[in-house]
């Protein structure tokens, strides 16, 4: 399991070996999959399962803390999977 911490307004994508990918969002409330457009919770301090090209992309919200809002999480995904922070992606160290 990959463990990352993320501010409020930083992102995660999680992208399979087909391409499709999805986006794990945080905000002052919590943490959100997008998937096409779509918005779903991920459980406070609880485990969320999502699908991703057949295969089951487990999320856990470990918790938030600080005065500037900190989420830890953690991601459960095949090896073959690419897992970056946002900051990657736009850096051009992702890809």
């Known amino acids: 399991m990959l463990i ?10 999680i992208e399979s070996p087909q391409g499709r990918q999805i986006w794990i969002d945080s905000d002052e409330q919590g943490l959100w999959i997008d998937d096409d457009g779509g918005y779903e919770p991920i459980e406070w301090q609880g485990a969320s399962t999502f699908e991703l090209d057949g295969e089951d992309i487990r999320i856990l919200h470990m918790g938030t803390t600080g005065r500037r809002i900190q989420h830890r999480l953690g991601i459960d995904a ?18």
């Open 78 to 95: 095949p090896k073959d999977y690419v897992i970056l922070r946002e900051e990657l992606i736009n850096s051009g160290k992702g890809d």
């Open 4 to 13: 990352l911490t993320r501010y409020a307004g930083e992102r995660v994508r």
